[in-house]
């Protein structure tokens, strides 16, 4: 079954109600820039408020290794999502998993895709000058020739809409939406949260 993981939780009842709703992680913004940036000191306080086995991503941009580390420690991380320019070099953050996102651009190709040392790939669409969150889909075609060779978690522009059609297509380890289930950028739809996580266990 695919897993489900909803980025860009800003509250609590956002957070309970994924949980809730059968997603098998959540992401916290810690890129200033976006308009879904949490401060360090309330992701711990709702990390703190969580059922155990949900796994809990802190994504970061272009963020200096110890900041990573020593924020993840503060807020209870299990995973870390690098979403800037970071090269394979700067994967390595022991103790923690390492998930390392590409922006793609259409036509891109799956050999050139530089080896990076992590627990998986997060594909999404290249929007120049943005870091994610954009709405736009990602090449469905290249993510299906990454996710055919390692573990992919497929984002970009998903939506209760097109993420059977997506998971059918890529067949990915994972999805990860953000803005295709909100009502506004941080605030999450509870309904559209449900369908997408529904729709998407059902799609295998």
């Given at each position: 079954?695919?897993?489900?993981?909803i980025?860009?939780?800003?509250?609590?009842?956002?957070?309970?109600?994924?949980?809730?709703?059968?997603?098998?992680?959540?992401?916290f913004?810690?890129?200033?820039d976006?308009?879904?940036y949490v401060?360090?000191?309330l992701?711990?306080?709702?990390i703190?408020?969580?059922?155990?086995?949900i796994?809990?991503?802190g994504?970061?941009?272009n963020?200096?290794?110890?900041r990573?580390?020593?924020?993840?420690?503060?807020?209870g991380?299990?995973?870390?999502?690098?979403?800037?320019?970071?090269?394979?070099?700067q994967?390595?953050?022991?103790?923690?998993?390492?998930i390392?996102?590409?922006?793609?651009?259409?036509?891109?190709?799956a050999?050139?895709?530089?080896?990076f040392?992590?627990?998986?790939?997060?594909?999404?669409?290249l929007?120049?000058?943005?870091f994610?969150?954009?709405g736009?889909?990602?090449?469905?075609?290249?993510?299906?020739?990454?996710?055919?060779?390692?573990p992919?978690?497929?984002?970009?522009g998903?939506?209760?809409?097109?993420?059977?059609?997506?998971?059918?297509?890529v067949?990915?380890?994972?999805?990860?939406?953000?803005?295709?289930?909100?009502?506004?950028?941080?605030?999450?739809?509870?309904?559209k949260?449900?369908?997408?996580?529904?729709?998407?266990?059902?799609a295998?």
């Amino acid at each position: 079954m695919v897993r489900v993981k909803i980025c860009g939780i800003t509250n609590l009842a956002d957070a309970w109600h994924a949980v809730a709703s059968g997603a098998d992680a959540l992401g916290f913004v810690f890129y200033p820039d976006s308009p879904r940036y949490v401060e360090p000191a309330l992701v711990r306080q709702i990390i703190a408020e969580l059922p155990p086995l949900i796994t809990c991503v802190g994504l970061f941009v272009n963020e200096q290794p110890a900041r990573i580390t020593e924020i993840a420690a503060q807020c209870g991380l299990d995973v870390v999502q690098l979403h800037g320019d970071e090269t394979p070099e700067q994967c390595n953050l022991p103790p923690y998993r390492v998930i390392k996102a590409v922006r793609v651009a259409q036509q891109a190709d799956a050999a050139a895709l530089p080896e990076f040392p992590v627990a998986a790939l997060l594909l999404d669409a290249l929007v120049p000058g943005q870091f994610g969150g954009t709405g736009q889909v990602c090449d469905w075609q290249f993510a299906a020739q990454v996710s055919a060779l390692r573990p992919t978690i497929l984002a970009g522009g998903l939506s209760p809409d097109n993420v059977a059609a997506a998971i059918n297509a890529v067949k990915p380890y994972a999805v990860d939406v953000s803005s295709g289930v909100e009502k506004t950028p941080g605030q999450k739809d509870p309904r559209k949260v449900s369908e997408f996580i529904r729709i998407a266990k059902e799609a295998v």
